[in-house]
């Protein structure tokens, strides 16, 4: 357990050291290989599977970023029709995002057994919640 602990500390340090350098419309490659490298400590990712599970990932990742940089940077809203236009231009993106995501399932279950592809969607959002912490807590120092 305690071994764990320092190797998610050690990742988190790691994502958020890079996490500055992530460019609008790419992918940086050093966080790329973070979170393959946790999720293969996370789902015990065989060096076979890690082989056939990057390109599939890589694309995943890619077609995530290229929705994700889409977004416009929030507004605060005058009325409350541009509250509501908001929230479903939100949940449009949620939708589109959850699209990718069902996607994918088919293409990691040609890698990864069924457990490994079970956990895999809770590992990704735990990484992503994690960085979002440590962004927020950069900004606010």
């Known amino acids: 357990m305690k071994q764990f ?9 790691s994502l958020t050291a ?12 050093r966080f790329y290989q973070a979170k393959v490298r946790e ?7 065989t060096t076979e599977q ?3 599970f990057e390109p599939i990932y890589r694309a995943y990742c890619e077609e995530m970023s290229a929705l994700w940089n889409e ?6 809203p005058s009325t409350s029709t541009d509250a509501a236009a908001m929230a479903k231009r939100k949940m449009e ?3 589109r995002a959850q699209g990718i995501r069902m996607k994918y399932i088919d293409k990691f279950a040609t890698v ?5 592809v079970n956990r895999f969607f809770e590992v990704e959002s735990m990484i992503q919640k994690k960085l979002k912490e440590r962004r927020n807590q950069a900004r606010n120092q």
């Open 93 to 95: 993106m949620q939708q």
């Open 5 to 13: 602990m320092i190797l998610l500390i050690a990742v988190l340090v």
């Open 18 to 29: 890079v996490a500055s350098d992530v460019k609008s419309g790419s992918l940086n490659e």
């Open 71 to 76: 977004r416009k940077k929030p507004v605060k």
């Open 50 to 52: 890690q082989k056939k």
């Open 112 to 116: 990864l057994n069924a457990n490994q």
């Open 39 to 45: 999720l293969t400590y996370q789902l015990h990712i």
